[in-house]
């Protein structure tokens, strides 16, 4: 258990709509960031967030979204989905988004029908 | 752009040692990790390396070149629960955060 937790395990939705995958980091780690896996496509980093702000992006779409909050939880908001989006949505949280390891939590399985 | 290359399969054998590769071509340099993924589980930090030269860790060590742009993750006396993807990833500089690699399967046979 890596202290990151991550709602909900898994989510099927519909084409067009849109989810929300939440992410509370472990306990003393202000940094957070969003990963997404695919089969095809390996694990893909989406987004940092330091302390409640955007610290480093990368090949987020401009569908989707992420804020972190006061308390460092960290919500990543998925709008007009599409089949392709069907993945699995890793968190990971660091102490300060330096060059220390990052801790992974279990992940959000999205299916997209 | 950014890079990553490592084979995609490996199998080896109980109790041996394999040594999975690790070739990049980044922006910038900030370090470089490597994780094991069993599957469908979240990825586990495995080691780190910024400086060049090897780093072991009980059964696991990392090698790292900066100038040829080359790592590599030893494996020894291999265990059944060795079994599993190996990511390589790079920290870089500038724009993007980290960039990974698109995994090693690993199969460790009886």
């Known amino acids: 258990d890596s202290g990151v937790t991550q709602t909900p395990k898994h989510l099927i939705t519909a084409t067009g709509q849109r989810v929300t995958l939440r992410c509370s980091p472990r306990?003393?780690?202000?940094?957070v960031y969003w990963y997404q896996q695919s089969l095809d496509q390996g694990l893909q980093f989406l987004i940092q967030y330091y302390n409640g702000e955007e610290r480093a992006k990368g090949n987020i779409l401009e569908r989707f979204s992420a804020q972190q909050f006061p308390d460092l939880h960290s919500e990543l908001n998925l709008s007009s989905l599409e089949l392709g989006d069907s993945a699995l949505y890793f968190c990971?949280?660091?102490?300060?988004?330096?060059?220390?390891?990052?801790?992974f939590g279990p992940g959000t399985r999205l299916l997209v029908l | 752009g950014q890079n990553i290359d490592q084979p995609t399969e490996m199998t080896a054998t109980e109790g041996a040692i394999v040594q999975i590769n690790c070739t990049y071509q980044t922006s910038g340099f900030n370090g470089l990790f490597w994780y094991q993924q069993h599957a469908g589980e979240a990825p586990t930090f495995l080691s780190y390396n910024v400086l060049d030269g090897l780093e072991e860790k009980g059964r696991f060590s990392s090698f790292l070149s900066r100038s040829k742009g080359y790592s590599y993750l030893l494996l020894k006396e291999l265990q059944m629960k060795d079994s599993a993807s190996y990511l390589c990833a790079v920290r870089v500089d500038y724009g993007q955060n980290f960039v990974f690699g698109p995994g090693t399967r690993l199969s460790v046979l009886p």
């Open positions: 306990s003393g780690d202000l940094s």
């Open positions: 990971a949280s660091s102490i300060s988004g330096g060059k220390e390891t990052q801790y």
